[in-house]
């Protein structure tokens, strides 16, 4: 066992902790939020100068104090000019600009919400302590990190393929077969191997941690283990490396290294020392990104060597020298690699793809062929079932290794793996079967228990984030209606010039939110937006652009938090209606023939 490897594949191979849970990104999702300037101003992401100051002066027709005599009108003017004043100085230099489309508002060291939400001291007394707690939970795990992995390899090749040996009786006596019991069958599997091994990770100095593990495994009665410590230390970003050493027998020493020459290039050293009477194993890896997310890489290993007599007489070695080359990248779908080495004693091709499934699923692909393994080829999957928990199954089949299906669990880096071996040569019946059948329990799984457990659980977050976000929601309610108020006028007032012309776009009615609601003619979770849309009609024409979603509209709000939002415009052009329906971030152009009902 490569003490390295072991100390790697253990802290990082358990994913889990890298996928982001569901409930907390919805959290992050529908959190209050400053209003987004470009939806303010309807304007797209790339808008000119000129496109700025033009949709800046359209707003002040509806929301400068000075267009308003009523004082409350006035008012409400005041409030929501102010954020518009904010969104224009802000786009229309280009230096403020820039740092809001890179970092946002908060890059701006400005606040200009819209509707801020006022807590109660209680409020905020419960933030500090739900941050301070999750320090407290943060700092605890940085400071023992524990991975360890259980493995049970079971021999159940006596179920599908059973051996009865021949029952003898004496002359003239007949052979009496003996009842089995129900259990008869399952009895013939056997465990054929345990391995353990475990690690504990900490921080000893501001850029050395130390590692501790150890593993044992036991077959047929007979086993043996041992105890790794690792030291690894960063001496700046592009350089760090680690020493590792083995406590008992076979003992080892390695050193590792990874220097980063430039942001596109890499080289790892790895020097294995077996044995003070032999040269240790070196092993060098130089890569270097190829495309954007693909980095390729050439690997060469000594093998077992000799020096000037140290190492003795190299030929009588059995591990040798090769040279590997191979690939790795990544895309929106998944992660894939590719590696093809040549050796003395050993050479491979192999290919892996890993395929990101729904619900932060992995469904994972591979394929060796090999001088000394033969030929080989898995496909599993794994499935988050909680915050911290994920099972997975694999089924490895090829020759001369057989059939092998392998079930997995996980948690909080706590690893269970059990390996079933179904055949000891390949069967493609137990192939197909034994990845066929727990596919199906997987899939039934999902679909009957996970799946509803899931929309149940989201559906409660999302009540909860209502009634936790009542007021900052009721606030922006209020300062939508109020927008729409200040709009009435010019909205009727473009109505009617719109409809004196011969080829003017009236805005017959529009809708915004849960439209499944409207379709089943319920009323919760839409909104009314008709005099809002009127008045976005220039010269018989309307334009959202997208990217950002509709509730940042002035005159428009949320009236479903958490649910899939769209709008629905009706509107009549050249006395024939049409109707359009697009997604709360897709832009929306019309007049257009394909909007005629």
């Given at each position: 066992?490569?003490?390295?490897?072991?100390?790697?594949?253990?802290?990082?191979?358990?994913?889990?902790?890298?996928?982001?849970?569901?409930?907390?990104?919805?959290?992050?999702?529908?959190?209050?939020?400053?209003?987004?300037?470009?939806?303010?101003?309807?304007?797209?992401?790339?808008?000119?100068?000129?496109?700025?100051?033009?949709?800046?002066?359209?707003?002040?027709?509806?929301?400068?104090?000075?267009?308003?005599?009523?004082?409350?009108?006035?008012?409400?003017?005041?409030?929501?000019?102010?954020?518009?004043?904010?969104?224009?100085?802000?786009?229309?230099?280009?230096?403020?600009?820039?740092?809001?489309?890179?970092?946002?508002?908060?890059?701006?060291?400005?606040?200009?919400?819209?509707?801020?939400?006022?807590?109660?001291?209680?409020?905020?007394?419960?933030?500090?302590?739900?941050?301070?707690?999750?320090?407290?939970?943060?700092?605890?795990?940085?400071?023992?990190?524990?991975?360890?992995?259980?493995?049970?390899?079971?021999?159940?090749?006596?179920?599908?393929?059973?051996?009865?040996?021949?029952?003898?009786?004496?002359?003239?006596?007949?052979?009496?077969?003996?009842?089995?019991?129900?259990?008869?069958?399952?009895?013939?599997?056997?465990?054929?191997?345990?391995?353990?091994?475990?690690?504990?990770?900490?921080?000893?100095?501001?850029?050395?941690?130390?590692?501790?593990?150890?593993?044992?495994?036991?077959?047929?009665?007979?086993?043996?283990?041992?105890?790794?410590?690792?030291?690894?230390?960063?001496?700046?970003?592009?350089?760090?490396?680690?020493?590792?050493?083995?406590?008992?027998?076979?003992?080892?020493?390695?050193?590792?290294?990874?220097?980063?020459?430039?942001?596109?290039?890499?080289?790892?050293?790895?020097?294995?020392?077996n044995s003070v009477y032999d040269p240790p194993v070196l092993?060098?890896?130089?890569?270097?990104?190829?495309?954007?997310?693909?980095?390729?890489?050439?690997?060469?290993?000594?093998?077992?060597?000799?020096?000037?007599?140290?190492?003795?007489?190299?030929s009588q070695k059995m591990d040798k020298s090769s040279v590997?080359?191979?690939?790795?990248?990544?895309?929106?779908?998944?992660?894939?690699?590719?590696?093809?080495?040549?050796?003395?004693?050993?050479?491979?091709?192999?290919?892996?793809?890993?395929?990101?499934?729904?619900?932060?699923?992995?469904?994972?692909?591979?394929?060796?062929?090999?001088?000394?393994?033969?030929?080989?080829?898995?496909?599993?999957?794994?499935?988050?079932?909680?915050?911290?928990?994920?099972?997975?199954?694999?089924?490895?089949?090829?020759?001369?290794?057989?059939?092998?299906?392998?079930?997995?669990?996980?948690?909080?880096?706590?690893?269970?793996?059990?390996?079933?071996?179904?055949?000891?040569?390949?069967?493609?019946?137990?192939?197909?079967?034994?990845?066929?059948?727990?596919?199906?329990?997987?899939?039934?799984?999902?679909?009957?228990?996970?799946?509803?457990?899931?929309?149940?659980?989201?559906?409660?977050?999302?009540?909860?984030?209502?009634?936790?976000?009542?007021?900052?929601?009721?606030?922006?309610?209020?300062?939508?209606?109020?927008?729409?108020?200040?709009?009435?006028?010019?909205?009727?007032?473009?109505?009617?010039?719109?409809?004196?012309?011969?080829?003017?776009?009236?805005?017959?009615?529009?809708?915004?939110?849960?439209?499944?609601?409207?379709?089943?003619?319920?009323?919760?979770?839409?909104?009314?937006?008709?005099?809002?849309?009127?008045?976005?009609?220039?010269?018989?024409?309307?334009?959202?652009?997208?990217?950002?979603?509709?509730?940042?509209?002035?005159?428009?709000?949320?009236?479903?938090?958490?649910?899939?939002?769209?709008?629905?415009?009706?509107?009549?052009?050249?006395?024939?209606?049409?109707?359009?329906?697009?997604?709360?971030?897709?832009?929306?152009?019309?007049p257009v023939q394909a909007h005629v009902v």
């Amino acid at each position: 066992m490569d003490p390295y490897e072991f100390t790697q594949t253990v802290s990082g191979e358990d994913s889990s902790q890298e996928d982001q849970s569901d409930l907390k990104k919805l959290e992050q999702d529908l959190a209050p939020t400053a209003a987004d300037f470009y939806g303010v101003l309807n304007i797209s992401r790339k808008a000119s100068e000129d496109e700025i100051k033009e949709a800046y002066k359209k707003l002040c027709r509806f929301f400068h104090p000075d267009k308003h005599t009523d004082e409350s009108k006035k008012k409400m003017a005041e409030s929501r000019f102010q954020v518009i004043q904010n969104a224009y100085e802000v786009l229309s230099n280009p230096a403020k600009r820039v740092i809001y489309d890179t970092y946002g508002e908060e890059g701006l060291n400005a606040s200009w919400d819209v509707g801020p939400r006022y807590k109660t001291p209680e409020e905020l007394r419960e933030e500090y302590e739900k941050k301070a707690r999750q320090k407290r939970e943060s700092d605890l795990e940085n400071l023992v990190r524990s991975k360890a992995e259980y493995q049970l390899t079971v021999d159940a090749t006596q179920l599908f393929d059973p051996y009865e040996p021949p029952v003898f009786v004496g002359f003239g006596q007949t052979s009496v077969p003996k009842k089995k019991g129900p259990f008869h069958t399952i009895s013939k599997a056997q465990v054929q191997q345990l391995f353990m091994r475990s690690s504990f990770e900490t921080q000893i100095g501001p850029q050395t941690h130390a590692i501790i593990g150890g593993s044992m495994v036991s077959r047929s009665g007979m086993g043996g283990g041992n105890v790794l410590g690792t030291v690894r230390h960063t001496v700046s970003p592009k350089l760090w490396g680690e020493v590792t050493a083995t406590l008992l027998k076979p003992r080892m020493l390695t050193l590792k290294s990874y220097y980063s020459l430039s942001t596109d290039s890499f080289v790892n050293t790895t020097a294995q020392l077996n044995s003070v009477y032999d040269p240790p194993v070196l092993s060098v890896t130089a890569g270097r990104r190829i495309f954007a997310a693909t980095t390729g890489y050439m690997t060469y290993r000594t093998g077992e060597w000799s020096l000037f007599g140290w190492g003795g007489d190299a030929s009588q070695k059995m591990d040798k020298s090769s040279v590997s080359l191979g690939m790795a990248g990544m895309n929106k779908h998944g992660n894939y690699s590719g590696e093809l080495q040549t050796g003395i004693l050993s050479s491979h091709i192999a290919g892996e793809y890993s395929y990101k499934l729904a619900n932060q699923g992995r469904l994972r692909m591979s394929c060796s062929l090999s001088s000394e393994g033969g030929i080989n080829a898995s496909i599993g999957s794994d499935h988050k079932i909680a915050e911290h928990t994920r099972i997975g199954m694999t089924m490895e089949c090829g020759l001369p290794l057989g059939v092998i299906v392998k079930f997995r669990v996980s948690r909080l880096g706590q690893k269970a793996v059990v390996p079933i071996i179904l055949a000891s040569e390949f069967d493609l019946k137990l192939a197909f079967f034994g990845a066929v059948i727990p596919a199906s329990v997987a899939v039934a799984l999902d679909q009957l228990v996970l799946k509803p457990r899931r929309k149940r659980l989201i559906k409660e977050k999302i009540q909860e984030l209502r009634e936790e976000h009542a007021e900052y929601l009721s606030n922006r309610k209020q300062e939508a209606l109020d927008a729409q108020s200040l709009m009435s006028d010019i909205a009727e007032r473009k109505r009617k010039q719109e409809e004196n012309k011969s080829d003017g776009l009236v805005i017959v009615k529009a809708w915004y939110g849960n439209l499944d609601n409207l379709d089943n003619e319920i009323d919760e979770g839409v909104i009314d937006v008709t005099t809002v849309i009127q008045t976005l009609v220039h010269d018989s024409r309307l334009t959202i652009p997208g990217g950002h979603s509709k509730t940042n509209i002035l005159g428009f709000y949320d009236p479903c938090l958490g649910e899939k939002k769209k709008l629905r415009v009706q509107y009549r052009f050249r006395h024939r209606l049409h109707q359009v329906t697009v997604e709360d971030t897709s832009a929306l152009i019309s007049p257009v023939q394909a909007h005629v009902v």
